[in-house]
Nanobody, 125 residues
Framework: VQLQASGGGLVQAGGSLRLSCAAS????????MGWFRQAPGKDREFVAA????????YYADSVKGRFTISRDNAKNTLYLQMNSLKPEDTAIYYC???????????????????WGQGTQVTVSS
């Protein structure tokens, strides 16, 4: 599967953005999906994940209550709605996919085989 992330940009603190990740192929619904981010000078970190059926989601503590991960299997698209953005949310955001029929969202980067190219999110104070 090929992934194309979009929707990043420059926003003021307190603002919102919605990231999208379009996936190629006809088996999107069989993939567990996740969002990760990498800030300058830092390691890439987990943000949010959703299982193949969208029944289960999981969030990093730093974004819980502000970000919402969702998916539209009919459109082969993953989303990340980001509200109440903070300057510390500034990073390149990556979507990731792994074909896996589990109820458990995948939280570890090593569990994902496919990665998008990333989209820059910059939050000004």
């Amino acid at each position: 599967v090929q992934l194309q992330a979009s929707g990043g940009g420059l926003v003021q603190a307190g603002g919102s953005l919605r990231l999208s990740c379009a996936a190629s192929g006809r088996t999107f619904s069989s993939y567990a999906m996740g969002w990760f981010r990498q800030a300058p000078g830092k390691d890439r970190e987990f943000v949010a994940a959703i299982n193949w059926s969208a029944i289960n989601t999981y969030y990093a503590d730093s974004v819980k209550g502000r970000f919402t991960i969702s998916r539209d299997n009919a459109k082969n698209t993953l989303y990340l709605q980001m509200n109440s953005l903070k300057p510390e949310d500034t990073a390149i955001y990556y979507c990731a996919a792994q074909e896996k029929f589990t109820m458990r969202p995948l939280l570890d980067q090593g569990e994902y085989k496919y990665w998008g190219q990333g989209t820059q999110v910059t939050v000004s104070s």
